[in-house]
């Protein structure tokens, strides 16, 4: 079985880490240490059944992968949790401390409930998800992962519930940047829904469809008329909709495809 990436690293990590933790084994064919290194991992991944997976990147066949992570020396191991580098260590080392590392390294039983919920999010099976979200907070109020997707799931319904859910996730958590950016989404919701008390303006309207769009989370039909309403007029209600533009980037990432799609487009009205 090969386990050397095929296609994009953003299908088989970024975006596969989502359900599973992704292991990756940055190496190269003249690296002594990698041909040590990468059958122990083979044999492991052979035997790690659901808890991990594992996709070897040749640096020399993906020069930009291995800068953009910033490679500097070879065999380097990146474990990828829902996007992100969660843990890594550099060199060759034996199985027994690998299996050490990785029990340490790996999501822990909540971590994989929230993982569950959120793919059952992704298939639209919203009250699937909030049981099993519920079910972690029952055991953990404080878990923060969780609390995140707790007020996901209440924004297209409850933005209020959304924000007051935000308020428990503190400055300095992993959480908090998200966090912060769908607080933006929640509270840009719940000031729409006094819709007569917004000013008059050209860009008001679309303003509006914009918001009406992310009650549906329709991303790409929000930043569309986000768009139209700076187009109109950029000073709307204090810059709302580009506040709101810049909020809804900063909760889809930037590595996110509505968001590549529209970063630049957004950026050039904005800065016209």
């Not at 990698?34 to 492991?44: D, F, H, I, N, S």
Request: hydrophobic share 45%.
């Amino acid at each position: 079985m090969s386990y050397e990436l095929e296609s994009s690293f953003e299908a088989e990590v970024i975006q596969a880490s989502a359900t599973i933790p992704v292991l990756v084994d940055f190496w190269a064919p003249w690296c002594g240490p990698c041909q040590a290194l990468g059958p122990v991992l083979e044999k492991m991944a052979g035997t790690a059944g659901e808890r991990w997976r594992l996709i070897k990147v040749n640096t020399e066949a993906h020069p930009a992968v291995a800068q953009e992570y910033q490679i500097a020396s070879i065999p380097a191991v990146k474990l990828f949790v829902d996007g992100k580098v969660v843990d890594e260590f550099n060199g060759a080392l034996s199985e027994s401390q690998i299996e050490t590392w990785l029990e340490n390294a790996l999501p822990s039983a909540a971590a994989k409930s929230v993982a569950e919920a959120r793919e059952l999010m992704s298939q639209q099976r919203e009250p699937e998800a909030k049981k099993i979200v519920e079910a972690v907070l029952n055991d953990n109020p404080h878990n923060e992962d969780a609390l995140l997707l707790q007020a996901e799931l209440a924004f297209p319904n409850d933005p209020k519930k959304s924000l007051d859910i935000i308020e428990s996730i503190k400055v300095g958590s992993d959480n908090h940047e998200r966090a912060q950016a769908l607080k933006v989404l929640s509270e840009h919701r719940l000031r729409a829904n006094t819709r007569v008390e917004l000013p008059e303006s050209q860009g008001k309207e679309a303003y509006l469809q914009a918001i009406d769009a992310l009650a549906s989370l329709n991303y790409e039909e929000a930043l569309d008329q986000l768009i139209l309403s700076i187009e109109s007029d950029r000073q709307f209600s204090d810059e709302a909709a580009i506040e709101l533009g810049k909020g809804i980037f900063r909760w889809l990432g930037i590595r996110h495809p509505i968001a590549d799609n529209f970063y630049r487009k957004f950026t050039s009205v904005l800065y016209a």
